[in-house]
């Protein structure tokens, strides 16, 4: 069974960055895309950017200009640098990676963003 492994979460005051990763426990073979969701409390989990695999990228408006998504496609692990971050970022993060059949998804890692 592949795991999908975030890292990099934590407390960032506002305006700071932080850099998120997941790795995937296995190659994970024909992935057409990867990319992040973010939830919090009450709300459906958000799609927040999302790269395939040609390197086409899709970001939610509020976060444009200051996230970027990229990703190693060898190591099959995807990467979220989150730059300018404000308090409504904070959100647990999940990653994902997908195939024409499958999904994996990561175990969720929190981003809080506060002073």
């Known amino acids: 069974q592949v795991q999908l492994v975030e890292s990099g979460g934590g407390l960032v005051q506002p305006g700071g960055s932080l850099r998120l990763s997941c790795a995937a426990s296995?190659?994970?073979?024909?992935?057409?895309?990867m990319g992040w969701y973010r939830q919090t409390p009450g709300k459906q989990r958000e799609l927040v950017a999302r790269?395939?695999?040609?390197?086409?990228?899709d970001y939610v408006d509020s976060v444009k200009g200051r996230f970027t998504i990229s990703r190693d496609i060898a190591k099959s692990s995807v990467h979220l640098e989150m730059n300018s971050l404000k308090p409504e970022d904070t959100a647990v993060y999940y990653c994902?990676?997908?195939?024409?059949?499958?999904?994996?998804w990561g175990q969720g890692i929190q981003v809080t963003v506060s002073s």
């Open positions: 994902y990676e997908s195939t024409h059949s499958d999904a994996y």
């Open positions: 296995e190659k994970i073979s024909g992935v057409v895309a």
């Open positions: 790269i395939t695999r040609y390197g086409d990228t």
